[in-house]
């Protein structure tokens, strides 16, 4: 059977790496997951077995401790460091992509002040940064966050929606609206500064998803925070999100002879519903991909 190659690509994945940057007793930690992945001319390597073109994914995981010991000033300049180093080391590859996830610290506060070098998570989720080079063309990146959750126990409501044979799902006007938020978003230029509106832009999406008491569902309230990321943003081009409609279920307290008067819920985690959807500012260009 004869076959052609189509499209492939190769990396390594779940690349840990934490870096201490020490200002005397002060400190400061950047702890990320990394992933490459090269696309190019690897077809040798898929025919014939011959590896000669390709950089091994071991090396990709020294390349990241190895630039890492320059410190890491900011995690979209050490993508674009890294990326455009496995350009150099692999002259087959024509694309290198790097997404770096960010495990958010912030400082114990100890009698009122914020500890030298003690940490507990952030919250906010986890700010995801991909930076894509290409050997000729435009290096671009992208930012995000995944596991950002989301809960408001009132201000959602979901009725007048289209009903078949099959449809049993009860109207309401009022309930439970939990997700955890992935999104992604671009940028103006490469210059803008990428770090704050990692932190900026899930701030904002968390702020109008509290506010829009008037949601009618998540379609509704994914409109309502893509358009506060725009209008409080003006570098970013689009976002795109994927919110996961994580239901609670009115528990029946009737054969314990007791009633629920929206107080107990039973989380379920499937199925589930998952609604996407991108917004795009005017006159922009939205993301490459869907």
Partial sequence: MAGVLGDNRYGKSGIRLAVVSRDGDTHDVTDLDIDVRLEGDFAAAHRDGDNRAVLPTDTMRGTCYALARDGITGVAAFGRRLAARFLDAAPAARRATVTLTATPWQRVVVDGRPHPHAFTPAPGGRPVTTVSSQREGPTIVTGGVRDLRLLKTTGSAFSGFLRDEYTTLPETRDRILATTVVAAWGFTSLDV?????????????????????????????????????????????????TLPNEHHVLADLSPYGRDNPDVVFVATDRPFGVIEGTLVRDGAAGPATP
């Fill in 193 to 241: 500064d990428h770090d704050r509106l990692a932190a900026a832009v899930p701030a904002t999406c968390a702020a109008r998803f509290a506010t829009h008491d008037e949601s009618e569902s998540v379609q509704h309230t994914l409109h309502a925070m893509g358009t506060a990321v725009l209008d409080a943003h003006p570098e970013i081009t689009w976002i795109r999100f």
